[in-house]
């Protein structure tokens, strides 16, 4: 016998609510990160990165900036999932819920400045 | 709640490493590392979209040879996780959970991301791109 109300069951969302979404989330960004790393990470080989202006015009085709601008968002997103269970495993007490703030601030400022940082590359002339 | 009275299991001390237990931690670990990886991505991009002197000054401080040394061991990371991630994910579609076939794939992982890490490096470094 169940425990649960029919509603609980058919809602499938679990004790907090949130049912498979931190996991589901964390795989479909891991799936999107191990593309979009593979392809950063060849670019970076094949390109001089002593060269600011090689870099400049490789980042100013379309399809280089939007793919690292979603590197960029998507590396985040997956960063803050995994980081936050880190924390909410280690750190307890009055730390741990600024710890978690701070993280989601951290994170969406580094979102911000690389996706702005490709823009002003890409379309601002950089 | 006497939070510091109650007895624990035995732990990290007493039992013996495993390749399961060392490479889910270092799962861990590595996932940690890349979060600065971002901050240093952004930081890279950052100096790039500020003009030459900027571009510049951040090229300076990665190639100095402290950075580039955790930059090597931050390319591990990169390796690792990307490998690892793959077999957590392969694990996910509900394979290779029998214990050979997980000692097995972990060994693939180690030398995998051991021999990207290695490649990456003697590209970058012959290329004279770095």
């Known amino acids: ?126 | 709640m006497a939070v510091g009275n109650r007895p624990l299991s035995p732990h990290l001390q007493i039992y013996r490493p495993q390749i399961t237990s060392v490479l889910s931690i270092t799962h861990r670990f590595t996932g940690v590392v890349l979060a600065a990886g971002l901050l240093l991505l952004v930081y890279w991009l950052a100096a790039l979209a500020s003009g030459d002197g900027a571009y510049a000054g951040a090229l300076a401080v990665l190639g100095a040879w402290p950075v580039k040394l955790l930059l090597f061991l931050g390319t591990f990371a990169f390796f690792y996780h990307l490998c690892n991630g793959i077999r957590h994910l392969w694990w996910d579609s509900g394979h290779g959970f029998e214990i050979p076939q997980v000692n097995a794939s972990g060994w693939v992982v180690v030398v995998a991301s051991t021999v990207l890490t290695l490649l990456a490096w003697a590209v970058a470094l012959l290329g004279g791109s770095s």
């Open chain 1, 1 to 126: 016998m169940s425990l649960r109300s029919p509603l609980g069951r058919a809602l499938g969302l679990g004790a907090a609510g949130h049912g498979t979404q931190h996991w589901w989330q964390q795989r479909a960004t891991a799936v999107a990160l191990a593309l979009l790393g593979a392809w950063f990470a060849v670019c970076l080989l094949s390109l001089d990165l002593g060269d600011r202006a090689a870099l400049v015009a490789w980042i100013g085709r379309p399809l280089n900036a939007a793919l690292l601008s979603l590197l960029v968002l998507t590396a985040a997103w997956h960063s803050l999932l995994g980081v936050r269970v880190v924390v909410e495993d280690y750190v307890t007490g009055a730390l741990k819920v600024p710890s978690l703030v701070a993280l989601q601030f951290l994170h969406a400022i580094a979102a911000a400045v690389g996706v702005i940082a490709v823009l002003q590359i890409a379309i601002g002339g950089r």
